[in-house]
């Protein structure tokens, strides 16, 4: 739980994500720490992290919440080693086999990051609009459109 002010500030920095509530956060580390993961730098503060849920009408699917890392730290694969490890450890525990998650278009960084997710497990990607942009009630809001990713190849570790 303790987590959760730092992956605001992180989310916040990112310039790219919805930011949520700060409160969301703190509940986001206590409710669903075991479905995400934090990168620390050599400090011990958290510099990137993936939230995710298991789907409760999906058991077999990750949804990919938001990831995010620290601008000092960007370029250096830290996201995709945080999103194999997350995805590794639940397809062991949890039978993941499947992730999805939401992008909007042109957040050019995200897209990249899951095709070559899907690449690196010899998954197929499906993209279809989940939410038009006319959904959202609180303003203009770009469509967020959902990558679907599976099944996953089982890879080593």
Known sequence: M?????LWRL???????DLNSSYSYL?????FAG???????ADGEP?????GYVRPDRPGTLLVWQVAVDSAHRGLG???????GLTARLADELGIT???TTITPGNTASERLFTSFAARHGADLTREVLFPADLFPDGPHDPEVLY???PLTPTTH
């Open 2 to 6: 303790s987590d959760g002010a730092a």
């Open 11 to 17: 989310a916040k920095e990112s310039k790219t994500l």
């Open 27 to 31: 509940l986001w580390c206590r409710d």
């Open 35 to 41: 479905t995400s993961v934090v990168a620390r730098g």
């Open 47 to 51: 510099v990137g992290f993936v939230t």
């Open 78 to 84: 830290i996201a995709a080693a945080l999103l194999d």
């Open 98 to 100: 499947r992730v999805e």
């Open 148 to 150: 679907r990713i599976g």
